[in-house]
C-alpha cells in the first residue's frame, strides 16, 4: 500500500474519533416542551391542546419570586383524526415538540363520548410519553383551564392539574387519578371510573382587590363499560370519600337539626361495602366505615384529641348527627353513602 494511502487513511481515522458521538443530538433550548395536553371533539373535528410552559421561568424562581407573571403559551390543533390534530399543531410549533415531560391531560366531556379509545391510543403512539400523568375531566373550556396560574406569579406547574396530592392530603374529596390506573380501571369488566372534572372559581380569590381565577374540583365524570355515564358534582359525592381508599383528611359537620355544633377532621377513613339481601327487595348497601384518627373543632374553637379505631355502621334507618360526647351517631355516614347511590342510580336511568 501506497504511503499517501496509508496517510490518508490515518488522517480519516484521526478525524472521525474527534467527532461526537450523539449524531441526532440536538440543542436543548430549541425543543418546545409540553406540559399538559388536552383533548376536545367540536363540529365533527378531533382537537388536541397544548399547554407549553417557560421552564427558564422555574430556574429564576430558585433565585428569588418572579415579578412577572409565569409565561403560558397554549397551542391547538384540529383534524379529522387526533394524529392529524397533532400534525396541524407542529406547523406553527416552530421548532421540535416534545411530549415527555406532559404532567396532566384534560379530556372534555364532548371527547369522552367520542370514544375514549380514541385519544389514548393517539397519545400513547408517542415514544416518548409516559403513564404517570395525572388524568382529569372538563365541562369548561381547556384552553381557561390551561391559562389559570398559581398564586404569586409562581408557575403554572404547582397548580392541582399538575400537582393535586398537596391539595387533596389536605381536602380529600374526590381523589386524584394518573393515567395508568384510569385506563386499567376502564378495561375492568363491572367497574365504575371516577374521573375528577376540573373547572374555574371566577369568585373566591381577589389580587388586590381585583377577581383572579383558579383550579378546582367540582365534580367528576362517572364511566363505566368503556363508555361515559354521566356527570355528578361534589355534592352528590360527597358520601364517596368514605368508600375511597386513600382518604387523608376530610371534614364532617356535626349538626343537630340545622344548626351545626362542630366538625370533625377525619383522617385516614377505610371503608368496607356489604349487601343485605331480603326477599322481595332490592339489596341494600351496608357500608362500615373505620377511623384511625380524627378530632373535632367545636364552637369554641377547642381541638379534642385523637380518637382510634371506631366504626360506624349502617343503621338502616335516619338517625341524629350528634350524641352525648360528641360522637356521631349511627346513620350519618351511611345517609351521605345512601345519597352517593341514588346519585349513581339517576346517572344510570338517563344514560
Not at 352528590?236 to 375511597?244: H, S, V, Y
Not at 386513600?246 to 340545622?258: H, M, V
Not at 339481601?277 to 364552637?299: A, C, F, M
Request: charged content about 25%.
Amino acid at each position: 500500500m501506497k504511503p499517501i494511502r496509508i496517510a490518508g487513511i490515518a488522517a480519516a481515522a484521526l478525524a472521525a474519533l474527534s467527532l461526537a458521538g450523539c449524531w441526532d443530538s440536538y440543542d436543548l433550548e430549541k425543543n418546545r416542551y409540553v406540559s399538559g395536553v388536552g383533548f376536545d371533539k367540536a363540529d365533527g373535528q378531533n382537537i388536541i391542546y397544548a399547554q407549553m410552559l417557560d421552564l427558564t421561568y422555574l430556574a429564576k424562581q430558585e433565585m428569588g419570586k418572579s415579578e412577572s407573571p409565569a409565561v403560558i403559551y397554549i397551542g391547538k390543533g384540529q383534524g379529522p383524526t387526533l394524529n392529524m390534530a397533532a400534525n396541524h399543531l407542529y406547523q406553527t410549533a416552530q421548532q421540535r415538540v416534545l411530549w415527555s415531560h406532559v404532567t396532566s391531560i384534560v379530556v372534555t366531556e364532548a371527547a369522552l363520548k367520542d370514544g375514549m379509545e380514541k385519544f389514548e391510543d393517539a397519545f400513547d403512539r408517542f415514544r416518548d410519553t409516559r403513564y404517570t400523568q395525572w388524568v382529569y375531566g372538563s365541562r369548561d373550556d381547556i384552553e381557561t383551564l390551561f391559562k389559570t396560574t398559581d398564586f404569586f406569579n409562581i408557575s403554572a406547574l404547582t397548580t392541582i392539574l399538575h400537582d393535586p396530592e398537596s391539595n387533596y392530603n389536605q381536602l380529600s374529596w374526590i381523589k386524584p387519578i394518573r393515567w395508568v390506573h384510569f385506563f386499567a380501571d376502564i378495561m375492568e369488566p363491572g367497574k365504575t371510573v371516577v374521573l375528577p372534572t376540573l373547572g374555574v372559581n371566577r369568585n373566591q380569590w381577589k389580587r388586590n382587590g381585583e377577581s383572579t381565577t383558579k383550579l378546582q374540583v367540582d365534580g367528576a365524570f362517572i364511566l363505566g363499560g368503556k363508555s361515559y355515564k354521566g356527570w355528578l358534582n361534589n355534592e352528590q359525592l360527597r358520601g364517596l370519600r368514605w368508600m375511597t381508599p386513600g382518604t387523608k383528611r376530610t371534614p364532617l359537620p356535626i349538626a343537630e337539626g340545622s344548626r351545626v355544633l362542630g366538625v370533625l377532621s377525619v383522617g385516614g377513613a377505610q371503608g368496607e361495602n356489604h349487601r343485605d339481601v331480603r326477599e322481595g327487595s332490592s339489596p341494600l348497601p351496608n357500608p362500615t366505615v373505620r377511623e384511625r384518627r380524627h378530632h373535632r373543632d367545636d364552637k369554641r374553637g377547642d381541638r379534642k384529641g385523637d380518637e382510634a379505631n371506631r366504626d360506624i355502621p349502617h343503621s338502616g334507618r335516619s338517625a341524629e348527627d350528634l350524641s352525648s360526647g360528641g360522637r356521631v351517631r349511627r346513620g350519618y355516614l351511611p345517609a351521605q353513602l345512601s345519597h352517593l347511590l341514588a346519585s349513581l342510580r339517576e346517572v344510570e336511568a338517563h344514560e
